[in-house]
């Protein structure tokens, strides 16, 4: 469920997201009363601390959020977590390595 950069420079200002197209697209085809369900909320952090995670923007079936700072040759966890119109959610992470020849 992940696309965007992998790794970037302490320096960089970064989007970084999610894709959640297939999981709901395979809801649907379980239910098809979910046909119509869209994501109405997002949450996105990074572990460890260091990382700073701008505000989740939702468009479509596709979460992004900037990503700033963080510490040289550190690897950080991104997760989102989404809830959907009629009431699912669903969680995923990737991992973003930090490190000052990342250009």
Not at 37 to 62: K, Q, R, Y
Not at 77 to 100: F, K, N
Request: aromatic share 8%; with cysteine.
């Amino acid at each position: 469920m992940d696309f965007f950069k992998p790794a970037k420079s302490p320096l960089d200002t970064l989007p970084f997201g999610f894709a959640f197209s297939d999981w709901l697209a395979q809801n649907a085809v379980d239910d098809p009363a979910l046909i119509d369900d869209t994501i109405v909320s997002a949450v996105m952090s990074a572990t460890p601390e260091g990382l700073t995670v701008g505000a989740a923007s939702i468009s479509g079936a596709n979460v992004v959020a900037t990503v700033s700072g963080g510490t040289d040759q550190t690897t950080y966890t991104l997760s989102c977590t989404i809830t959907t119109a009629m009431g699912l959610i669903a969680a995923a992470e990737q991992v973003i390595y930090v490190r000052h020849d990342a250009r």
